[in-house]
Each structure stands twice: as C-alpha cells, then as structure tokens.
C-alpha cells in the first residue's frame, strides 16, 4: 500500500506533527505517560526541546524529545516514552520455547546478537524464540525473545550475552514508517561505532548549508555566540550520516548528537537537534547516568576545544546513494536491500504495536555493529 510522504520539515512523515498530536495525546495515559513539558526556554540556544514523564518506568523515567518545532518536540518525547512502554509491557508469544541455535536453520549468525567475547551464551544455550520478518522476502524468522523486550515479571531474569539495546526500537504513524526509523538509527550507531579516532574528519561548515529549516537552527545557535561543529560520519551503506556538536559558555559542556538518512538535510538537521537536546537533558537533570559534568560547569569552563579540521562546502559533503523518495515504503524496501547487500543479512522486524493508530517495531540488523561507549558519549 502506498504510504505518500506529506511532512518533510526535519523529518519525512506520512502525517503532520499537528495530526499525530492529536491522536497520541488521548492515548498517552494507557501509556503510563503522565506530562509532556516544553523544557526549551531552560536553555538559551531556542530549539525545541520537550520532555515525557512516565513515572512507573522499568527504564527510563524520562523521556526526551526534539525537532525544529514545538509541536515536533513534544511528538518526539511521547513517542520516545511510548516506545519503552513497549519493550517494557509488550511481550509477543515463544513460537519457539528453550531450544539453542544450532537446531534451527537460522539466516543469520546468533553471534551477531551478541555483547562479545564475554558473553555467556553459545550457539548451544537454550533460549526462547519469537517471529520477527524478513524486511526483504518477508520470511518468518526466529529471533531471541530476549532481544525484542524485556523479560516479564514472572521471568525477569535472563543468562548474560545477548546485547539489549534500545537501538532499532522506533516508532511511526505507520508500521513502515516505524521500521524505516529504525534502520536509520541502526545506520546511524553503525557509522558511529565503524569510526576510527585516528582518522581524519570531514567538518561542514554551518555558513555553506542553505536549507532554510537547518539555516533557521544554526542561526538561534549561532545568535546566542555558541559554537556548532557538524562532522560528515563515513557510512558503509551510502546513507549520510553527520554528527554535531554544540558549546556555548553559558553552559559550558559540549554535547553531541548524531542523524542519519538518504535527506542530508534532514540528518544533520536531526544531529543539530540531538545535540542541543543532550545539553537540555543535563541542564534539566533529568537523568542520572550522566557523566559527572557539573564540576566542570562549576568551574565556569570558557574554552572550547574543535575537533579537528578544515570546514569544506556542505554540497561537497551532502552526498546520497539514493533517492529523493517520495513513499515512505519504497524507502524502506530500498534500505532494507541495502543492509541486506552490505552485511549478508536481512533485517528483521518484530511488530510491538498495541493500538491501530501508530506503530512500534523493533528492528534487528545482524551485521551491523554498535559500540555502546562510543554512542552514548554525548558530552565532554
């Protein structure tokens, strides 16, 4: 079925924030999702920031979101909250109970799923099976249940190995729209995870983007005499992907983000937009496992540190392999190809939707790599 994009400020949607508000917002208590704030005038830099409160969470409490506009924020932190809700609650049927790997005639290598050397599972552990899809051929695939939810209560325990992540968890307006989410952010930490400190980086300079939506963000940045760096992230899989970085002495922590996606301007317009979330996410305090940050913002630290490089012209660096696409499915069926090309393996996708009105997925990419240090360091 045709799924025709109609929003394309910062991201590609098949509705309109406006739209996908006003379906989510009634459904946010069954959610367990008791505000949405706008914490954006906490900072200076003046991009939306929103953040989703889900007091009884099994993982985080809080939830942030961004965008270019207040709308776009506060959808972003409902659907980041509603996604955990998921992987928490959601718990699709064993098809396959207490059988290890090498019984079944699985496409995918089981270490590809695994947290590395350390890991306590073997082909020859017995775990139990869920269906996932082919996001190519559409197969029914098994998958470790372990790695698309969270144990429930009454098995709230599982033998250490398989590397749960939230990455690859998304949400959308569609059960597409959703997976072709989660690619980009598997691409995305793939290009992150892939680089090397050693080699040189490839800086945009912010002037040379004439997007008018990222003009618009560099520009309230730039307002205030913060710093912004944004990088082009080599990728594997021909997406673009670019990370940025963001500083200013009135908060003196620089924190990062990343974005990938065929739009250029819309990765780095993501990147921008993460970067200066993670600087609200520490000015708000809303999270505990950050970094011990405060002392350096007690020392009222002015200098800033660029990475290092020349910045070059943004169409030098705004390559794509692929697209414009103007349907959200051709999209991912050329994505999902793509991964397949590059790793071997299909990717799969296991459906966590409980509503009707928008979907949740988790995306698995056995293949592509994900290095937990190197994606949450967003500060320094």
């Known amino acids: 079925m045709p ?9 590609h949607r098949t509705r309109t924030p406006e739209r996908t508000w006003e379906i989510i917002e009634p459904l946010l208590p069954r959610f367990g999702v008791t505000r949405v704030a706008d914490v954006t005038g906490l900072d200076s830099l003046g991009v939306p920031v929103a953040m989703g409160v889900r007091p009884l969470a099994r993982l985080l409490a809080v939830s942030q979101g961004k965008g270019q506009t207040a709308v776009l924020a506060k959808v972003s932190a409902a659907m980041e909250a509603i996604e955990l809700w998921h992987v928490e609650n959601v718990h699709p049927p064993v098809t396959i109970p207490a059988t290890p790997a090498r ?19 073997t082909d020859r552990t017995p775990v139990d099976w869920v269906d996932a899809t082919g996001m190519v051929t559409g197969d029914v695939v098994p998958v470790p249940s372990v790695v ?16 749960w992540s939230s990455n690859g968890l998304a949400s959308g307006n569609s059960h597409a729209e ?3 989410h989660a690619l980009y952010e598997i691409i995305e930490r793939d290009a992150i ?33 913060a710093t912004l760096t944004i990088e082009r992230l080599p990728s594997r899989f021909g997406v673009p992907c670019y990370r940025a970085e963001v500083f200013s002495p009135d908060f003196p922590i620089a924190t990062g983000g990343t974005g990938a996606h065929l739009d250029a301007h819309v990765a780095v317009s993501r990147a921008i937009t993460e970067a200066v979330q993670s600087r609200l996410t520490a000015i708000v305090g809303s999270r505990d496992d950050l970094p011990p940050i405060y002392q350096l913002v007690r020392l009222s630290v002015e200098e800033f540190v660029r990475r290092q490089g020349t910045p070059m012209p943004w169409d030098e660096l ?12 051709d999209e991912l069926d050329w994505i999902s190809r793509r991964v397949r090309e590059i790793t071997s393996v299909e990717p799969l996708v296991a459906d966590l939707s409980t509503v009707e009105e928008f979907a949740v997925v988790r995306v698995l990419a056995p293949g592509t790599l994900i290095d937990i240090d190197r994606v949450h360091a967003p500060m320094r």
């Open 178 to 180: 959703a997976s072709l």
């Open 193 to 225: 995870s892939a680089q090397s400190d050693d080699t040189p980086g490839q800086y945009v300079d912010p002037a040379s983007i004439t997007d008018s939506h990222c003009a618009a963000l560099i520009a309230s940045i730039g307002s205030i005499g």
């Open 103 to 121: 019984d079944l005639d699985l496409p995918y290598p089981v270490s590809g799923l695994l947290s590395g050397p350390a890991a306590l599972v």
């Open 148 to 163: 698309v939810s969270l144990p429930d209560g009454d098995r709230p325990w599982s033998l250490p190995g398989f590397q």
């Open 318 to 329: 705004a390559r794509t392999a692929a697209g414009p696409f103007d349907d959200i499915g």
């Open 3 to 11: 799924e025709a994009k109609v929003f394309f400020t910062g991201t």
